[in-house]
């Protein structure tokens, strides 16, 4: 399923990559250090609406380790593999989903540290196919953050795919209390079964961040059960929501990607 064009075009956030360089050139490394924790202690966030955005797991790239090497001196594999990453980052946005998965190998072979953070590949590692990959990647990102909501269902849809709904669920992992109620709400469809119709409904009058997620997150759910078409009704409502088309967020590259892997198109 390689998706080798670069069909998409990459969106950077300057402030967003402002904040990475500056965390590259600190000579502040203990200030730094306790933003970093801060930002880890969060669940992978959006951006709200009459909001300052928030920095989160999501957004943010390298592992602690790596970061804290860099600003510290560390050895230059560590460098290197913070750089594979956000080149990996930005081959899955261009829809290459192969050269994004390559890239975050690259890292982990660089900075082995780094697979235990590497949730993007867990992505890409989904869209090629490779199931069980996907779900050990998850897995072991969610045993270092207990508390991540998104990457528990990213896990359920891996090994839906190997095992079956039933089984999927029956191993399903679970973590805290996500601090958004549309994540809540998701994870809760996910993880006892439910109705995603009612998930978009819900909030389809909030924020434009909920109801891309409710309507990604309902096309996902449809798409467990090997119901297409609603996955597709749903997906592409996503992508052309206001928050698809307009966010940063690397959930909204996901949603066109997941679109070009399936040859969808809303026209």
């Not at 609406?49 to 001196?73: C, E, H, K, M, Y």
């Not at 909030?203 to 096309?219: D, K, M, Q, T, V």
Request: proline content about 4%; charged content about 25%.
């Amino acid at each position: 399923m390689a998706l080798t064009q670069h069909v998409l075009k990459p969106t950077i956030n300057p402030p967003l990559y402002s904040f990475h360089r500056s965390l590259l050139t600190s000579k502040a490394p203990l200030s730094v250090q306790t933003h970093i924790n801060s930002l880890f202690s969060t669940p992978r966030g959006h951006y709200l609406q009459n909001r300052a955005p928030t920095f989160t797991r999501r957004l943010f790239i390298p592992s602690v380790s790596g970061i804290w090497d860099a600003l510290t001196g560390g050895n230059n594999n560590s460098r290197e593999a913070v750089v594979a990453i956000r080149r990996g980052m930005l081959l899955f946005r261009q829809g290459d989903v192969v050269g994004s998965v390559a890239e975050f190998d690259k890292a982990i072979e660089l900075d082995p540290r780094q697979k235990a953070y590497l949730w993007q590949r867990g992505l890409s590692l989904y869209y090629l196919d490779r199931f069980e990959e996907g779900a050990e990647q998850f897995r072991i990102d969610v045993a270092q953050n207990p508390n991540d909501t998104e990457e528990s269902i990213w896990c359920f849809l891996c090994e839906a795919q190997l095992y079956g709904v039933d089984e999927a669920r029956n191993r399903f992992l679970e973590v805290g209390r996500d601090l958004r109620p549309v994540m809540r709400e998701a994870y809760n469809m996910f993880k006892g079964g439910g109705d995603p119709e009612k998930l978009v409904a819900a909030f389809s009058s909030g924020r434009e961040n909920e109801y891309f997620y409710a309507s990604l997150y309902a096309g996902l759910f449809y798409e467990s059960q090997k119901k297409a078409d609603a996955a597709k009704l749903h997906i592409l409502a996503a992508c052309e929501s206001p928050y698809g088309q307009r966010s940063d967020d690397y959930m909204a590259a996901l949603a066109k990607v997941h679109s070009l892997c399936r040859n969808w198109s809303s026209v």
